[in-house]
C-alpha cells in the first residue's frame, strides 16, 4: 500500500480467546488504505468485525496479526507516550454514546484534548470556542451536557474532535442515538467540516443511508471486506 495513505490496514486479524478451546476470530485478513482527506464508510451488521476494526484503527488495541500504519507509521513500532500523542494529535474521535463529562461545561468539554499541550488556560479556550462555534453552538458554551439535547451533545463530540486539528475523524455510529431529522443535521455538519478543513473522515456505521452518503464504502461480513468501492 502506498505511503502516501494517512491510514492503512495491512492485512489484519483479530483474535480473542474466549477460553482454552474456544478462538473468536473477529477480523481475518483486513486490507485497505485512506487517502488524505477522504471520505470512507465502513459498514457492516452486528459481528461483522467494524466495532474492532474502529478499536484498531483508533489505536485503542493491537491487531494479532498484520499493521496498522499512520503516514507509513507501523503503530506497533511506538511505544506508550508516541502512541498516545499520535492519538491526541492525529486522530479525532466521534462516538455513539457522546463520552462527555457531564459535571463540566461544553466549552470544558472541548478543552479536554488540549490540556495535553502546551499553551495557556486563555489559548485553550478560545480554540475551544471557536470550534464549539463552528459546530452552531456558540450559546451553548457554559450548558452542562444534561441541558443539552442529544443533537447538540453530539455536537460538542464533534467540536471536540476537531478542536485538535486532527488529519483524520473516526466516527463511531454517529447517529446511532439520534433521530432521523437530527441524524441528517449531524453527518451534513461532519461532512461540512470534512470538506471546509480537508479532513479524512472515516464513519463506521450499520446504516445503508448513513454509508451511502460517504464517497467510498468498505463493507465488512464476518471478519472480512466484502466489498470497497466508490458510491
Do not use: C
Not at 466495532?51 to 483508533?58: A, I, K, M, R
Not at 456558540?138 to 452542562?144: E, F, P, Q, V
Request: proline fraction near 3%; charged fraction near 25%; avoid cysteine.
Amino acid at each position: 500500500m502506498s505511503t502516501a495513505a494517512i491510514l492503512s490496514a495491512e492485512n489484519v486479524t483479530r483474535s480473542y480467546n474466549i477460553s482454552d478451546d474456544v478462538v473468536v476470530h473477529a477480523l481475518r485478513g483486513v486490507s485497505f488504505s485512506v487517502a488524505p482527506g477522504e471520505y470512507v464508510a465502513i459498514m457492516g451488521s452486528s459481528g461483522s468485525g467494524k466495532s474492532t476494526l474502529l478499536n484498531l484503527l483508533g489505536v485503542l488495541d493491537k491487531p494479532t496479526t498484520g499493521v496498522i500504519r499512520y503516514d507509513g507509521q507501523d503503530v506497533q513500532e511506538l511505544d506508550d507516550p508516541a502512541v498516545a500523542k499520535l492519538r491526541n494529535e492525529r486522530i479525532g474521535f466521534v462516538f455513539q454514546s457522546f463520552h462527555l463529562l457531564q459535571r463540566v461545561s461544553a466549552v470544558d468539554n472541548v478543552i479536554v484534548p488540549l490540556t495535553y499541550r502546551a499553551g495557556s488556560r486563555t489559548n485553550r479556550r478560545d480554540k475551544a470556542v471557536a470550534a464549539l462555534t463552528s459546530v452552531g453552538l456558540a450559546d451553548r458554551l457554559d450548558h452542562r451536557p444534561n441541558q443539552l439535547s442529544g443533537g447538540q451533545q453530539q455536537r460538542v463530540a464533534i467540536a471536540r474532535a476537531i478542536v485538535t486539528e486532527p488529519g483524520l475523524i473516526l466516527a463511531d455510529e454517529p447517529t446511532g442515538n439520534l433521530d432521523t431529522t437530527t441524524s441528517s443535521e449531524i453527518m451534513s455538519l461532519l461532512e461540512a467540516l470534512h470538506k471546509d478543513k480537508g479532513t479524512a473522515l472515516v464513519v463506521i456505521t450499520h446504516d445503508p443511508e448513513v454509508a451511502s452518503r460517504a464517497d467510498r464504502r468498505i463493507e465488512l461480513r464476518d471478519g472480512v471486506v466484502v466489498n470497497d468501492a466508490v458510491n
